[in-house]
């Protein structure tokens, strides 16, 4: 076959160093197309973007020949130093080291873009360290809840 196809789509979650609560709706209508601009550069498509004060989901194609590992390191970097230049208050601002990454069947697109929209409302009766262990468990990754949060 001469070339190849590919539809890699995933559903990401970070949170702030020590789900400190940097994120205010003011940097957020800031911050999310800064970062959709950071995955367009690394030539990926963000669908989708949202999350609270201490963490951030994106919905994104990624692309065959590109590590996640390698889209995320940049996203972090770049977004961090936006922020301080941008927020020169929140200087002591980062994001924790890891994130999560998920698969996302086609058909469950729209499952996904509600969950991300519907984020506000859904921290109302969970916080990110339970949504997150749900997470895992639900996708079945291994873990040891031990090492999940700094």
């Not at 911050?31 to 690394?42: M, S």
């Amino acid at each position: 076959m001469p070339g190849t196809y590919s539809q890699i789509l995933l559903h990401v979650v970070f949170s702030t160093k020590r789900r400190e609560r940097w994120i205010t709706p003011q940097i957020a209508d800031r911050l999310y197309p800064f970062i959709g601009g950071i995955v367009r550069a690394e030539r990926g498509t963000l669908y989708d973007i949202g999350g609270i004060e201490d963490h951030v989901h994106l919905y994104l194609r990624w692309r065959s020949d590109g590590a996640i590992s390698d889209l995320m390191r940049t996203v972090k970097s770049r977004s961090s130093k936006w922020i301080h230049e941008s927020f020169p208050a929140l200087g002591a601002f980062a994001w924790q080291e890891g994130y999560a990454v998920f698969t996302v069947s086609q058909s469950q697109e729209e499952g996904v873009k509600k969950y991300i929209a519907d984020q506000h409302e859904h921290h109302r009766k969970e916080d990110f360290m339970a949504e997150l262990l749900r997470l895992l468990r639900k996708h079945e990754i291994e873990f040891d809840e031990r090492y999940v949060f700094d």
